[in-house]
C-alpha cells in the first residue's frame, strides 16, 4: 500500500506550554501576557487581544499551579522588544 505522504491535517495553529513545553493546539491554550509594569506578572488574554508577548498554558493543572509561579515571579527585563 502505497499512501505516500498524504498527512492532509487542517492547519491548527499549535503553541507549546511555557510550563510543560508540551505542543498544544492554540485553542487548547491560554495565552497570557505581561501586566504593564516590572513584577506585575502575567495577565489572562483570553481574546488574544492584547500586546505583549504571548505566554501560553496549557489545561494541566499541574502546568496552572506552576504558572502562578512563574508569572509571579519578577524577571529582569532585558532591552530591546522581541516578538
Ligand atoms: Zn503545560
Do not use: W
Amino acid at each position: 500500500m502505497t499512501r505516500g505522504k498524504s498527512h492532509d491535517r487542517p492547519a491548527t495553529p499549535v503553541r507549546m506550554c511555557v510550563i510543560c513545553r508540551g505542543r498544544f493546539a492554540k485553542s487548547d491554550l491560554t495565552r497570557h501576557v505581561p501586566a504593564a509594569g516590572v513584577g506585575a506578572g502575567l495577565l489572562p488574554d483570553p481574546r488574544a487581544a492584547m500586546p505583549g508577548r504571548g505566554h501560553y498554558l496549557c489545561a494541566n493543572p499541574e502546568c496552572a499551579e506552576k504558572f502562578l509561579k512563574y508569572s509571579g515571579r519578577p524577571r529582569r527585563r532585558r532591552g530591546g522588544q522581541g516578538e
